[in-house]
């Protein structure tokens, strides 16, 4: 279970997360949500301990990221896809960072498996395509078969197959009763792993719901529109200009 | 129930964690699976036994000068090839943090490790290892390749003479303390260019500003700039004037790796990453 407290994350004068309050609890996906620049990514750094709040506190099973003894077999996370050295493999990239947490080195070639990655294990990891840089970055937050996962726009860059073996991937985790956060700015795509919505604009909470709850209104995007309304950088100059070329 | 925390309390301590052990291991897996670190190796190598080998073979006892025939220090002379390894073993240093924060991994990193400075003291633990060992392996190497292809009768050094063994062990650890300056600046300033910037500004551009400003200046300054502590004080066996003596030198170096290091780790842990 991860607990967010009061959050705030300025840079200068832009706030980028507003006193963010939220839960994300244990054998669901939850969904987090919002526009390009809602501060999503920010509020994951903050949760890893990689950007220090400016206020608040975020508990991931109680205690503070800072005080784990073994992050990595609490705590999976996908940030970026490409986060490692180009010139290093796959397979050398995942045995460092197991080693780091005292992670036996059979695990590397489990989690190679899982994400289909077992060919390529051997290549330079700057060769990659995006979905296979997807899978890379997938496989290191299983490496200590973590009962928390937390993936930023996981599916960027996926194809339609992979995009589908994340989804399945994603519930399966979940219903081992793991937490499993995942971002992304489109609502369609969440709803078809998500159980849970955290939804947020301009760093601020606008929605804690379900599914379920959201789309009973009316349509899910249509009920997403309405909960982001007002807080995306550029919506409605943007539509103006549109209509203006046409 | 105390029965139960009794219980319990092994499993917990029990389940391995990090260490510095094993995040250290973690920096050794990573140095040594990218190619720049054997080519640097390789570079290194290459300076250290080349110059020594074409600076000291070109040396014509029979035509010198008197000055110059009273002042041949021929273990000095053979450490020319610091002038380009301790360059390329600060590009390593450099190249250790740096492309870690323009890949992004150094949040892969810290996530696994959040204790920043444990991270760093890993790092420099693992980049002393390997430039020391290769600077000293490749110091040996360089004097005795020197040795061999100067010609008679120049006067030959030897480890039977004073000083000689101390100029070759320190001119093996010269490069490793340049090393571990270049990380904790790296960690500093987190961009590659600009961090390799500075460490040629410091080692290179630095003696070249105080040549206009008089000799007074150059004598009082110049013996602590890394550079010349390396060339008169820590592999000379002839004292040099206006110098630090080898073990005064030495210890300034160390100094300097220390602050850079204090300094890297303190940026570290205060920046968002």
């Given at each position: 279970?991860?607990?967010?407290?009061?959050?705030?994350?300025c840079?200068?004068?832009?706030?980028?997360?507003?006193n963010?309050?939220?839960?994300?609890?244990?054998?669901?996906?939850?969904?987090?949500?919002?526009p390009?620049?809602?501060?999503?990514s920010t509020t994951?750094?903050?949760m890893l301990?990689l950007?220090?709040?400016?206020?608040?506190?975020v508990?991931?099973?109680?205690?503070?990221?800072h005080?784990?003894?073994?992050p990595?077999?609490e705590v999976?996370?996908?940030?970026?896809?490409?986060a490692?050295?180009p010139?290093?493999?796959?397979r050398?990239?995942?045995?460092?960072?197991?080693?780091?947490?005292?992670?036996?080195e059979?695990?590397?070639?489990e989690?190679?498996?899982?994400?289909?990655?077992?060919?390529?294990?051997?290549r330079?990891?700057?060769?990659?395509?995006?979905?296979m840089?997807?899978?890379?970055?997938?496989?290191?937050?299983l490496?200590g078969?973590?009962a928390?996962l937390?993936?930023?726009?996981p599916?960027n860059?996926l194809?339609?197959?992979?995009?589908?073996?994340?989804?399945?991937l994603?519930k399966?985790?979940?219903a081992?009763?793991?937490?499993?956060?995942v971002?992304s700015?489109?609502?369609?795509?969440?709803?078809?792993?998500?159980d849970?919505?955290?939804?947020i604009?301009q760093?601020?909470?606008?929605?804690?719901?379900?599914?379920?709850?959201?789309?009973?209104r009316?349509?899910?995007?249509?009920?997403?529109?309405a909960?982001t309304?007002g807080?995306?950088?550029?919506?409605a100059?943007?539509l103006?200009?549109q209509g203006?070329?046409? | 129930?105390?029965?139960?925390?009794l219980t319990?309390?092994?499993?917990?301590?029990?389940?391995?964690g990090?260490?510095f052990?094993?995040?250290a291991?973690?920096?050794?897996?990573k140095?040594?699976s990218?190619r720049?670190?054997s080519w640097?190796?390789?570079?290194?190598?290459?300076?250290?036994i080349?110059l020594?080998?074409?600076?000291l073979?070109?040396e014509?006892?029979a035509?010198?000068a008197?000055a110059?025939?009273?002042?041949?220090?021929?273990t000095?002379?053979g450490?020319?090839?610091?002038?380009l390894g301790?360059?390329?073993?600060?590009?390593?240093?450099?190249?250790?943090?740096?492309?870690?924060?323009?890949s992004g991994?150094?949040?892969a990193?810290?996530?696994?490790?959040?204790?920043?400075?444990?991270?760093l003291?890993?790092?420099?633990a693992?980049v002393?290892?390997?430039?020391?060992?290769?600077g000293?392996v490749?110091a040996?190497?360089?004097?005795?390749a020197g040795?061999l292809v100067l010609?008679?009768?120049a006067?030959?050094?030897?480890?039977?003479?004073p000083?000689v063994?101390?100029?070759v062990?320190m001119?093996?650890?010269y490069?490793?303390?340049?090393?571990?300056?270049?990380l904790?600046?790296?960690?500093?300033?987190r961009n590659t260019?600009?961090a390799?910037?500075?460490?040629?500004?410091?080692l290179?551009?630095?003696?070249?500003?105080?040549l206009?400003l008089?000799?007074?200046?150059?004598?009082?300054?110049?013996?602590f700039?890394p550079?010349l502590?390396?060339?008169?004080?820590?592999?000379?066996v002839?004292?040099v004037?206006?110098s630090?003596?080898?073990?005064?030198g030495l210890?300034?170096l160390?100094g300097?790796?220390?602050?850079?290091?204090?300094?890297?780790?303190?940026?570290l842990?205060?920046?968002?990453?």
């Amino acid at each position: 279970m991860i607990e967010a407290r009061g959050l705030v994350k300025c840079y200068g004068s832009t706030i980028a997360v507003d006193n963010l309050s939220f839960d994300v609890m244990p054998g669901t996906v939850t969904g987090f949500l919002g526009p390009n620049g809602a501060g999503k990514s920010t509020t994951m750094r903050m949760m890893l301990g990689l950007d220090r709040p400016d206020a608040g506190t975020v508990r991931i099973g109680g205690k503070s990221y800072h005080d784990l003894r073994s992050p990595l077999r609490e705590v999976g996370a996908l940030l970026e896809a490409k986060a490692f050295h180009p010139g290093r493999t796959a397979r050398a990239h995942l045995t460092a960072l197991a080693a780091s947490n005292a992670i036996p080195e059979r695990r590397v070639g489990e989690v190679l498996e899982i994400t289909g990655l077992e060919k390529a294990a051997g290549r330079r990891a700057g060769k990659f395509s995006l979905g296979m840089s997807q899978r890379l970055g997938i496989a290191a937050a299983l490496l200590g078969d973590p009962a928390v996962l937390l993936l930023d726009e996981p599916v960027n860059g996926l194809d339609p197959e992979g995009i589908r073996w994340i989804r399945n991937l994603l519930k399966n985790l979940a219903a081992q009763g793991r937490t499993v956060l995942v971002s992304s700015h489109l609502i369609s795509e969440v709803a078809q792993t998500a159980d849970r919505l955290i939804v947020i604009g301009q760093g601020r909470l606008l929605a804690q719901t379900t599914v379920t709850e959201l789309s009973a209104r009316s349509s899910l995007e249509e009920a997403f529109f309405a909960l982001t309304e007002g807080s995306t950088e550029y919506s409605a100059s943007n539509l103006a200009y549109q209509g203006s070329l046409s | 129930m105390t029965t139960a925390t009794l219980t319990r309390v092994p499993a917990e301590t029990a389940r391995p964690g990090y260490s510095f052990r094993s995040t250290a291991r973690m920096e050794w897996l990573k140095l040594r699976s990218v190619r720049s670190t054997s080519w640097i190796v390789l570079v290194f190598a290459a300076g250290m036994i080349g110059l020594s080998v074409l600076v000291l073979s070109h040396e014509h006892w029979a035509t010198m000068a008197a000055a110059d025939r009273a002042t041949f220090d021929p273990t000095n002379e053979g450490f020319t090839g610091l002038a380009l390894g301790q360059l390329v073993l600060g590009v390593l240093g450099v190249l250790a943090i740096t492309t870690e924060f323009s890949s992004g991994m150094i949040r892969a990193t810290f996530a696994a490790v959040p204790r920043r400075p444990m991270v760093l003291a890993a790092k420099a633990a693992v980049v002393a290892a390997v430039t020391l060992v290769a600077g000293e392996v490749l110091a040996f190497g360089a004097f005795a390749a020197g040795e061999l292809v100067l010609r008679s009768p120049a006067p030959h050094a030897t480890f039977a003479q004073p000083g000689v063994l101390r100029a070759v062990l320190m001119g093996g650890a010269y490069p490793c303390l340049i090393a571990l300056i270049a990380l904790g600046l790296g960690a500093v300033i987190r961009n590659t260019a600009a961090a390799i910037s500075a460490v040629v500004g410091m080692l290179f551009v630095v003696p070249l500003i105080l040549l206009p400003l008089g000799t007074s200046v150059q004598h009082s300054v110049g013996q602590f700039l890394p550079m010349l502590i390396a060339e008169n004080s820590m592999t000379a066996v002839k004292p040099v004037a206006h110098s630090l003596s080898p073990g005064a030198g030495l210890a300034v170096l160390c100094g300097y790796a220390a602050v850079a290091l204090v300094a890297g780790g303190w940026a570290l842990a205060r920046r968002d990453a």
